[in-house]
């Protein structure tokens, strides 16, 4: 699996649209990312997935370079209740079939 | 999707001893995983948990010292055993749904926190 780089803390105001990074430069062609998050005390929550093409689902949005080395989530409209550590992946599609490899994430922190 | 629970949710253990933990899952799934997540560090994958034959350990890990045991589709247990104060973490069950239309590929349980002292 690719291995990923991404910001170790952002702020975001309540409200405002959270931006995450991500780089994945030495991503395969068959690779997706994926995207975590784990709120404190929680396990993690799967939030999207995409291979090449920008991704929306009910929670976030996801943007991959045409170069696929990189991406984005982002979360609309944040809120207090996002305040978590996010985990960007980028490993093949196995449909589950086994264990996920977790960087260090961002810890992203929602101000009121 | 799949909701997962965990017992015990915490627990304070003597060095030495040895701890069980239960993962039960509301429907019956493939793939079983357990993870550790010591304090403020990430989560790391201990092995899978494979229905009617022994668990497969990632590097080290080790059988004798978390024995895993998967006896049907919806259940799994993780021991610590000869526990020490660097076992203190969090485990994590999980599992992974193949083939859904949702994609979701992982659910996990809410964790066990386990101080060892």
């Known amino acids: 699996d690719a291995k990923t780089t991404q910001p170790t803390s952002m702020d975001c105001a309540e409200g405002r649209a959270a931006n995450l990074p991500c780089n994945h430069s030495t991503i395969s062609g068959n690779e997706y990312v994926y995207w975590y998050r784990q709120i404190h005390s929680q396990g993690p929550q799967y939030i999207i997935h995409g291979l090449k093409n920008n991704e929306t689902n009910e929670m976030a949005s996801l943007i991959i370079t045409e170069d696929r080395k990189s991406s984005t989530l982002i979360l609309p409209h944040a809120t207090l209740r996002d305040t978590a550590v996010y985990y960007c992946i980028v490993r093949v599609y196995r449909g589950g079939a086994d264990g996920l490899t977790f960087g260090k994430g961002t810890h992203l922190i929602i101000q009121p | 999707s799949a909701v997962i629970s965990q017992k015990p949710s915490r627990d304070i253990c003597q060095r030495g001893t040895s701890l069980t933990i239960q993962c039960q899952v509301d429907s019956q799934v493939t793939m079983m995983f357990w993870y550790r997540q010591q304090p403020g560090q990430s989560l790391t994958l201990i092995a899978t948990a494979n229905q009617g034959s022994e668990a497969t350990y990632e590097s080290g890990f080790v059988i004798d010292k978390f024995p895993i045991s998967r006896p049907n589709l919806t259940f799994s247990t993780l021991t610590v055993s000869n526990m020490s104060p660097e076992d203190s973490s969090i485990y994590l069950c999980?599992?992974?749904?193949?083939?859904?239309?949702?994609?979701?590929?992982?659910?996990f349980g809410p964790g066990t926190r386990l101080t060892v002292l």
């Open positions: 999980s599992v992974g749904i193949q083939g859904t239309s949702s994609y979701n590929e992982q659910f």
